[in-house]
Structures are given as structure tokens and as C-alpha cells.
């Protein structure tokens, strides 16, 4: 039976498909946040455009065999593709050897090549994609339930976890967003790029007053309601207790290497590395 699959053999094969998806999550990491699409054109080097041979696109071997460097032009390759690859292919491998071959694996990947590509793009940009926030969100809501009831549990009950873990976890960062802009209002506080200069504070008969925010983005609501979707409303506290102390490690090394306190940070990398740390924890979804 599939369910008897050697773990060690399902351990290989999921460290091989990490690998492979995580070359795909370089294109989506570096593609996704200026509206290229991610399969046109194919591989190029970033500096002289040229095709990447499909022997230079093995997933982290490709980058020792040609010395971190184009091919046609000798160009640098920066080190963070291998990384994005390797650990992609190592939380892979670590999935399946805490979950097995069960029916929720195919969602466990996803979700943690979601949570790899949202961190590493809001890293960059401060950003967290809709399609990969608002995505997910619907495919969690759809599959987990579904594959849930596959494993044998209840439907009704994977559902209504699944739908309470994603209103606890957008509502929540709401709350908090909300409730912060607010009170920043009330005391005259000044951002830099809230509301934007020349433009007048939000009114209640605004959107804008209700979803946007200063210091707390609003992609991290919506991607606290994916991993609320996927984990359910106890793995959104435990995943926002990991995020805290994450993030408070993350932020005091930013800080370090920046060597200010005031530079931009994105809190999604602290909530996809808290997730991933609640979901190997976990025995069973939801």
C-alpha cells in the first residue's frame, strides 16, 4: 500500500522534488513582484540575457559545476538560488519524515513552498503576492477539508477548523492594524509613507480606512489567514508565539546589518518561519 512506502525512500524522493520546486521558486520569488510571467521567457541570466542551457538548470548542482558564475558571460551567480533550492529540498524531506505518506503530504509541500516564496518576496519588496496569499487561502480552504476527510476525520469539522483558523488569523492582524492606525491617528503620529505625501488621512467612508494600515501590511493579514486556513485557530496562536520570537531574532539581525534601527522590515519571513515550525510540530492538520 502507498502508505507503506519506505520512509527513508519517501524522504529521498521528497528532497529531489524540493530541489526541483525550489528552482521553480527563484523564477516565482524573483518574477512574481514585477508582473513577469513565470513561464515566458525561459531561463536567462539576469546580466547578459542569455538562455540557460537546461544542463545549467539542475537544481543546486548546476551551481558548483559552474563555479557560481555564467556561462556565457561570467557574470556572478548570486548564492541565495542554491540556498532558496537547498532549503526548499530540506524542508521537503523534513515534511515527509514527520507526516509520512498521508493524504495531506501533497498540501504540506505547497503550503511550505507558499510560505518559502511569500518570505523571501516580502524580504525583498515588502510584499506578500495575493496570488500566493489569497491563493492559497482558497486552495487550503478547498483541499484541507477534503483531504482531511480523506485521512478519515470529519469533513463539517476539518471545514469549520479550516475556515475558523483563517478568520482568527486575518482577524487578528486586522484588529491590530486597524487598532494601531488609529490610535497613531489620535496621537498625530507622522510615517513616512502613510497616508503619502500630499494626501489626506483616510475617512470611515473610506476603504483605505479600513485596509490600510501603517506598520502592519495588509499582506500579512491575508497571509496569516492562509496559514490559519491550512493549521487551524490553534496553530494561528502558535504560529503567532514562534513568529514573535522569530521575528524578534530576524529584526535585532536586520538591525545589526543595517546598522539602523528605523529600516524597513517585512514581519512575513518571522510568520513563514513560524508556520513551517508549527506544521513539522504537528502530527495532523487542523
Given at each position: 500500500?502507498?502508505?507503506?512506502?519506505?520512509?527513508?525512500?519517501?524522504?529521498?524522493?521528497?528532497?529531489?522534488?524540493?530541489?526541483?520546486?525550489?528552482?521553480?521558486?527563484?523564477?516565482?520569488i524573483h518574477r512574481l513582484p514585477r508582473g513577469e510571467s513565470l513561464v515566458h521567457p525561459g531561463s536567462h541570466c539576469p546580466a547578459c540575457n542569455a538562455p540557460v542551457r537546461w544542463t545549467d538548470n539542475v537544481p543546486l548542482l548546476a551551481y558548483f559545476w559552474l563555479r557560481g558564475r555564467c556561462r556565457a558571460c561570467g557574470a556572478r551567480i548570486s548564492l541565495r538560488y542554491p540556498a532558496i533550492e537547498a532549503i526548499t529540498g530540506l524542508l521537503f524531506a523534513a515534511i515527509a519524515f514527520r507526516h509520512g505518506f498521508v493524504p495531506m503530504l501533497p498540501v504540506w509541500w505547497a503550503f511550505g513552498a507558499a510560505l518559502i516564496a511569500a518570505a523571501f518576496i516580502d524580504l525583498d519588496h515588502q510584499i506578500i503576492p495575493d496570488e500566493i496569499?489569497?491563493?492559497?487561502?482558497?486552495?487550503?480552504?478547498l483541499c484541507v477539508p477534503a483531504l482531511h476527510a480523506a485521512s478519515g476525520g470529519s469533513f463539517a469539522s476539518a471545514l469549520r477548523d479550516s475556515l475558523g483558523g483563517a478568520l482568527l488569523g486575518g482577524g487578528l492582524f486586522w484588529l491590530v492594524g486597524f487598532a494601531h492606525a488609529r490610535v497613531s491617528t489620535a496621537l498625530g503620529r507622522q510615517f513616512e509613507h502613510w497616508p503619502g505625501e500630499g494626501e489626506r488621512l483616510p475617512s470611515p467612508r473610506s476603504?483605505?480606512?479600513w485596509l490600510w494600515f501603517p506598520g502592519v501590511g495588509f499582506g500579512d493579514v491575508k497571509l496569516l489567514a492562509m496559514i490559519g486556513a491550512v493549521l487551524g485557530p490553534w496553530g494561528v496562536l502558535q504560529t503567532l508565539f514562534a513568529a514573535s520570537l522569530v521575528g524578534l531574532a530576524l529584526g535585532l539581525a536586520w538591525a545589526a546589518a543595517t546598522r539602523s534601527l528605523r529600516a524597513p522590515f517585512g514581519f512575513g519571513p518571522a510568520l513563514a518561519a513560524g508556520a513551517v515550525l508549527v506544521m513539522l510540530r504537528s502530527g495532523v492538520a487542523l
Open positions: 500500500m502507498l502508505t507503506e512506502v519506505p520512509r527513508e525512500a519517501l524522504v529521498g524522493v521528497a528532497c529531489v522534488l524540493g530541489l526541483v520546486v525550489g528552482s521553480f521558486l527563484n523564477v516565482v496569499s489569497l491563493g492559497g487561502l482558497a486552495l487550503a480552504l476603504l483605505d480606512y
